[in-house]
């Protein structure tokens, strides 16, 4: 188990870094000065390189990569040549809003999702059955930003229930903030809540052909019973597994979604970042996406072996 911990741990390691490095690479060959872009067009050429060489541009690649690596091992992300101010703070700013929004909108999924996906395995080849499935499908082809621009049109400007955008900050309440996140994070979650409507359908249908549920039945346990005491905890385990997947997936694909409702969020940091080519901040802001797809990659293999005894043993 430890060798194998070992291993994980190393395997992390080794693709952080690989990231890491492409990341770099990547933003270095993407078009555009940063320096001719902050002074316009009309700076000399005298001034830009002065500019150059205060950011550091004027390095040699390896040398730029190796103290952008040295700042992201001490906590140093570095200072954002468009705001002027450290990355860190600025991309602690910004999750503090993307971080509810991806929270409200798992949130959001599961409730769809779990209920529709065990009652529809229940009612097999039913007319309900059908019906979630052209929903389910339906919440996966809809593209999120279209939801988007549908509930603003809906429930902004037509019923003028909700805020068509902005964020009022979570110094004005608790209340404000998550009602401004609640319509960005429906738009989120609909797309997340179909897929795991059908995994959570096709989980509890496996299981529900499994011996210790037909035993439950013979010994008497009512029908709904033996599908929420048994069935349906067994079913849950590749469930909880897209739940993590799809957690990091909502905070990396909030990029539309927050500008379209003009949340000041990580997504929307990021484009921001990409417009004003503000190279420090997009390499810090896609190394954090990525870290975090590979984290929770990570922890779900762990537990999958938590999980499966037999995944250790076959580890030798």
């Known amino acids: 188990m430890l060798t194998l911990l070992a291993r994980r741990l190393g395997s992390l390691v080794l693709t952080l ?6 990341i770099f690479v990547v933003m270095d060959v993407l078009p555009g000065d940063p320096a001719a872009i902050m002074l316009g067009t009309s700076a000399s ?33 570095g200072t ?7 990355v860190a703070g600025l991309m602690a700013e910004r999750l503090a809003v993307t971080l509810p929004l991806a929270v409200m909108a798992i949130i959001i999924s599961v409730v769809i999702a779990i209920p529709l996906g065990v009652a529809s395995a229940a009612k097999r080849n039913s007319a309900f059955d059908y019906l979630a499935s052209v929903l389910s499908q339906l919440f996966i082809a809809v593209p999120g930003f279209w939801v ?13 229930w909700m805020p068509a955008g902005g964020f009022p900050g979570w110094n004005e309440g608790l209340f404000p903030g998550l009602r401004a996140l609640l319509l960005p994070a429906i738009a989120l979650a609909l797309p997340q809540a179909g897929v795991l409507t059908r995994v959570t359908r096709s989980s509890v249908l496996e299981v529900l052909h499994e011996d210790f549920v037909r035993t439950a039945r013979a010994k008497g346990l009512p029908r709904r ?6 069935a349906v905890p067994n079913a849950l385990v590749p469930v909880i597994t897209i739940l993590g997947l799809q957690f990091t997936f909502l ?17 929307r940091l990021a484009y921001q970042a990409l417009t004003q080519r503000d ?6 802001v896609v190394l954090f996406f990525a870290g975090l797809v590979i984290i929770m990659n990570f922890l779900v293999d762990l537990s999958y072996l938590m999980l499966d005894p037999r995944l250790r043993g076959g580890s030798r």
Request: cysteine-free; charged content about 10%; overall charge negative.
């Open 80 to 86: 954002s040549y468009t705001y002027g101010v450290p």
């Open 17 to 22: 870094a690989a990231v890491s490095a492409l």
């Open 279 to 284: 190279v420090i901040v997009m390499q810090d």
């Open 225 to 230: 019973a033996a599908l929420w005491r048994h």
């Open 251 to 267: 905070i990396a694909g909030a990029i539309l979604i927050e500008n379209v409702f003009n949340l000041p969020g990580l997504g």
């Open 45 to 77: 050429p005298d001034t830009l390189a002065a500019l150059r060489h205060e950011l550091g541009l004027d390095q040699p690649l390896l040398m730029r990569y190796a103290q952008w690596l040295g700042g992201l091992l001490t906590g140093d992300l």
């Open 148 to 160: 988007a621009l549908l509930l603003i049109l809906t429930f902004s400007i037509s019923l003028s």
